[in-house]
């Protein structure tokens, strides 16, 4: 029986397609800067997103602290979205790594408003930090795309200000393929992005970071400094020119499909969703711990072979991806609604 696993779209193994490019894939080490497959992904890579040049990471973690640490110096400030995945899910690296404090902003649905960031960015004065970069999330972790125009305000009040900007584009492509424009067009607004190779684009393992020649050849030596030199990293790099040049197209099913687990679970007394950002591939919701709670559902779904994250911040998420068909998110919706109408 298929296991229905919704918990992200992390959960996507690699296609036949990219098992056979891993397989055939010429390498080198990569260190040395001979691997020829790494170095095909990144010149797509980079293109893809409209910059000079690219790195292939272990991780969407490990791209963004790499920028952060490029960026900035230690004691710098870097402001950024109470919601984004730098300061929620990354183990508090920055202040580890790069030893900067985060100046954490309120903004609906990962949002930064051009007001509060103008009057957060520290002027010279002995008693404060120098703010040393401004980091944006689109498509947002949250469910939402960040509209571009508040991405093109807060870029202008960083030029303004010499602040560099990184684009954390985890899921960039989600947000191209659904505002109908190329990645260029969001990532224009940044001066770095990371994007992930291995969320719903189905790649086993990597993240792109991009930018200017010369922030990229910075990033290169202090992506050996944390340990990410990699050798016949082709292997991997095979399956992330596949993601790039096949799967992308593929994101719009997902979010189809998102769209209609969310108004199949709203029919469901007792569930809440959030429909100011459904924009992607997941949808958030609520369910009143009067129709059911959260361990007994959890396991109602594991009966029968679906599997879900338990409770975020009171939220419950359900992600869909490549591997998740309409009939597997009915089965789903038919499998919620019996656990709470039997509770
Ligand atoms: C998943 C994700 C990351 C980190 O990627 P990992 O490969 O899991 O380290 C960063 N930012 C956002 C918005 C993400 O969703």
């Given at each position: 029986?298929?296991?229905?696993?919704?918990?992200?779209?992390?959960?996507?193994?690699?296609?036949?397609?990219?098992?056979?490019?891993?397989?055939?894939?010429?390498?080198?080490?990569?260190?040395?800067?001979?691997?020829?497959?790494?170095?095909?992904?990144?010149?797509?890579?980079?293109?893809?997103?409209?910059?000079?040049?690219?790195?292939?990471?272990?991780?969407?973690?490990?791209?963004?602290?790499?920028?952060?640490?490029?960026?900035?110096?230690?004691?710098?400030?870097?402001?950024?979205n109470e919601g984004n995945h730098i300061f929620q899910h990354e183990v508090g690296a920055a202040s580890v790594i790069s030893n900067v404090q985060?100046?954490?902003?309120?903004?609906?649905?990962?949002?930064?408003?051009?007001?509060?960031?103008?009057?957060?960015?520290?002027?010279?004065?002995?008693?404060?930090?120098?703010?040393?970069?401004?980091?944006?999330?689109?498509?947002?972790?949250?469910?939402?795309?960040?509209?571009?125009?508040?991405?093109?305000?807060?870029?202008?009040?960083?030029?303004?200000?010499?602040?560099?900007?990184?684009?954390?584009?985890?899921?960039?492509?989600?947000?191209?393929?659904?505002?109908?424009?190329?990645?260029?067009?969001?990532?224009?607004?940044?001066?770095?992005?990371?994007?992930?190779l291995s969320k719903g684009l189905c790649a086993p393992v990597g993240s792109i970071l991009a930018g200017s020649k010369e922030f990229i050849s910075?990033?290169?030596?202090?992506?050996?400094?944390?340990?990410?030199?990699?050798?016949?990293?082709?292997?991997?790099?095979?399956?992330?020119?596949?993601?790039?040049?096949?799967?992308?197209?593929?994101?719009?099913?997902?979010?189809?499909?998102?769209?209609?687990?969310?108004?199949?679970?709203?029919?469901?007394?007792?569930?809440?969703?959030?429909?100011?950002?459904?924009?992607?591939?997941?949808?958030?919701?609520?369910?009143?711990?009067?129709?059911?709670?959260?361990?007994?559902?959890?396991?109602?779904?594991?009966?029968?072979?679906?599997?879900?994250n338990g409770m975020d911040n009171g939220e419950y998420r359900l992600a869909t991806h490549y591997y998740i068909e309409k009939e597997d998110i009915?089965?789903?919706?038919?499998?919620?609604?019996?656990?709470?109408?039997?509770?």
């Amino acid at each position: 029986m298929k296991i229905i696993d919704m918990r992200s779209d992390t959960v996507t193994n690699p296609t036949d397609k990219m098992r056979k490019a891993m397989f055939e894939a010429a390498v080198g080490d990569d260190v040395y800067g001979d691997d020829p497959t790494v170095k095909k992904l990144e010149e797509l890579a980079a293109k893809a997103v409209g910059k000079e040049a690219a790195l292939f990471v272990p991780s969407g973690t490990f791209g963004n602290q790499l920028a952060v640490f490029t960026h900035t110096n230690r004691g710098d400030e870097v402001i950024i979205n109470e919601g984004n995945h730098i300061f929620q899910h990354e183990v508090g690296a920055a202040s580890v790594i790069s030893n900067v404090q985060l100046r954490i902003m309120q903004g609906k649905n990962g949002m930064l408003y051009p007001d509060q960031v103008k009057k957060a960015i520290r002027q010279e004065d002995i008693h404060f930090p120098n703010t040393g970069l401004i980091c944006l999330e689109n498509a947002h972790s949250c469910g939402a795309i960040v509209p571009l125009d508040n991405m093109s305000d807060i870029f202008d009040i960083a030029r303004e200000n010499n602040i560099p900007v990184h684009l954390d584009g985890a899921r960039i492509f989600d947000a191209a393929v659904e505002l109908g424009v190329d990645a260029s067009e969001i990532a224009k607004y940044s001066d770095s992005v990371m994007y992930c190779l291995s969320k719903g684009l189905c790649a086993p393992v990597g993240s792109i970071l991009a930018g200017s020649k010369e922030f990229i050849s910075k990033a290169l030596k202090n992506r050996k400094l944390m340990g990410g030199g990699m050798r016949q990293v082709g292997i991997l790099a095979a399956a992330g020119i596949v993601a790039l040049e096949d799967m992308v197209s593929e994101l719009k099913k997902s979010h189809d499909n998102a769209k209609y687990l969310a108004d199949k679970l709203s029919e469901i007394e007792g569930i809440t969703v959030f429909y100011d950002r459904i924009d992607i591939n997941m949808v958030f919701f609520t369910i009143s711990q009067d129709v059911i709670e959260e361990d007994t559902l959890i396991k109602a779904l594991k009966e029968q072979n679906i599997k879900m994250n338990g409770m975020d911040n009171g939220e419950y998420r359900l992600a869909t991806h490549y591997y998740i068909e309409k009939e597997d998110i009915d089965n789903v919706v038919e499998v919620i609604n019996n656990a709470i109408n039997r509770g």
